[in-house]
């Protein structure tokens, strides 16, 4: 069983997770070119597998993020144009 730490990173890690799901249904006639999910192989096998796929996933988003932001002076500096 995880400790009450990990249960509430859990909890919201879902419900940013719905978060973003009502998002993107609040989006008029959106386009994705995605017509399936899936989570990665045995994430759910059990709650430690769970919470490190968590983690390295949040992980990897915020240095995709990290990265985005340190570019966007020079984008912005092309005039918007990469």
């Known amino acids: 069983m995880q400790n009450s730490e990990d249960q509430g990173y859990i909890m919201a890690s879902r419900q940013e997770e ?33 919470l490190k796929t968590l983690v390295t996933l949040e992980d990897a988003f915020t240095n995709i993020d990290q990265a985005v932001q340190a570019l966007l002076p020079f984008v912005a500096a092309k005039g918007g144009r990469a």
């Open 18 to 50: 719905m978060s973003h799901y009502l998002r993107e249904q609040s989006l008029p006639e959106h386009f994705t070119p995605f017509s399936s999910f899936s989570y990665p192989f045995q994430m759910f096998s059990d709650a430690q597998t769970t």
